[in-house]
């Protein structure tokens, strides 16, 4: 069992509609992440937080907006999106002191079809 | 900047065997090296780490050694078995600039027959 939980695990949407992924940890992790994967590639980074604050927004596109409500919680609001856009939509977090040893804990994802 | 190179497959392997995925990174300063394992259907998992030069990562069965003057952190397992059948990824993250990117291969694909 993960201990970041994303919710749904599937998600089907219209381009017009207005949907939210959400993730929750309760690690104690004051790092969260939000990662797109395309099928048989790496994950690719979007966003980050650092103490519930934005810090990394990987140029990208503003019908995706993040927000991180408090510290076990990271939504992602998706709004008029492509059919480019579906993919498996991963979440992660980690510790923030001790630098690049702190290795990321991901979720199990969400499955995002867009039509 | 950074970057990491493994071999993409796909691997396929009948049980029993011994299985190196190799990984090779460019990086400046000191980064940390991992290796994750995405099964089927699953998000990532972290399946080993090295922090340092000459440390060995090690994690059911699997072990990496993180060589500096090869730049190297090869994924090596003695026996594999069906159930280790997934997409393995070999990825760092580094000291300077940010500490919250992590660089990923490709990513190899193993299946392992019984």
């Known amino acids: 069992d993960t201990e970041v939980t994303q919710t749904p695990k599937h998600l089907v949407m219209g381009m017009t509609n207005k949907k939210s992924l959400k993730c929750e940890q309760h690690?104690?992790?004051?790092?969260m992440y939000w990662y797109k994967q395309k099928a048989k590639k790496p994950p690719e980074l979007m966003f980050v937080?650092?103490?519930?604050?934005?810090?990394i927004n990987e140029s990208v596109p503003s019908r995706f907006s993040p927000e991180c409500p408090n510290s076990s919680l990271l939504n992602l609001h998706l709004h008029a999106l492509q059919p480019e856009d579906s993919a498996l939509y991963l979440c992660?977090?980690?510790?923030?002191?001790?630098?690049?040893?702190?290795?990321?804990?991901f979720g199990d994802g969400t499955r995002l079809s867009i039509l | 900047g950074n970057s990491v190179t493994q071999m993409e497959g796909p691997v396929t392997l009948s049980e029993e065997a011994f299985l190196t995925i190799n990984c090779t990174y460019t990086?400046?300063?000191?980064?940390?090296l991992f290796w994750y394992v995405q099964y089927p259907g699953e998000g990532l998992q972290l399946l080993l780490k090295?922090?340092?030069?000459?440390d060995k990562g090690s994690n059911k069965g699997f072990e990496a050694t993180y060589r500096k003057e090869t730049t190297s952190f090869h994924l090596e397992k003695g026996s594999v078995q069906v159930s280790d059948s997934a997409v393995y990824f070999c990825?760092?993250?580094?000291?300077?600039?940010?500490?919250?990117?992590?660089?990923f291969g490709k990513g190899t694909l193993l299946t392992v027959n019984p």
């Open positions: 992660a977090s980690s510790q923030v002191r001790g630098g690049p040893n702190q290795p990321q804990h």
């Open positions: 690690m104690g992790h004051r790092a």
């Open positions: 937080y650092s103490y519930e604050k934005l810090s």
């Open positions: 990086a400046t300063g000191y980064p940390s």
């Open positions: 090295a922090t340092k030069a000459d």
């Open positions: 990825a760092l993250m580094n000291s300077g600039g940010s500490n919250y990117k992590l660089t």
